[in-house]
């Protein structure tokens, strides 16, 4: 079974930073875009990031822009999400995903169909 697992997660102070990693397990994801993924209570699911391939061109929601940063390190099978300067809005589990058909972010990335396998999740807290 083709797996991505998600950690990095945990409790944060508002202005504080986490990195979240995604590792794939029984497939080898370098030749997939991986998009980040977050869903808070209440709140319908929201693309946060896509990387390519390569890791030269990634794609940020406005919300996160200038905030988080997304990358990729193939030779480890692993996409990071370095976010910084955290609030409360950045509450949520956070999911990363692979779109399998795709070696770069397509256009409607953002709204998750096109990723096919994706992570149990992991939970992110910004609280005081």
């Known amino acids: 079974q083709l797996q991505l697992v998600e950690s990095g997660g945990g409790l944060v102070q508002p202005g504080g930073s986490l990195r979240l990693s995604c590792t794939a397990s029984r497939f080898t994801m370098d030749d997939y875009a991986i998009g980040w993924f977050r869903q808070a209570p209440g709140k319908e699911r929201e693309g946060i990031s896509c990387?390519?391939?390569?890791?030269?061109?990634?794609n940020y929601a406005d919300s996160v822009k200038g905030r988080f940063t997304i990358s990729r390190n193939n030779a480890k099978d692993t996409v990071y999400l370095q976010m910084n300067s955290l609030n409360a809005e950045d509450t949520a589990v956070y999911y990363c995903a692979a779109d399998r058909n795709r070696r770069f972010c397509g256009s409607s990335w953002a709204s998750g169909r096109l990723f096919g396998t994706w992570g149990q999740g992991t939970q992110v807290t910004v609280s005081s």
């Open positions: 990387i390519n391939t390569s890791g030269r061109n990634t």
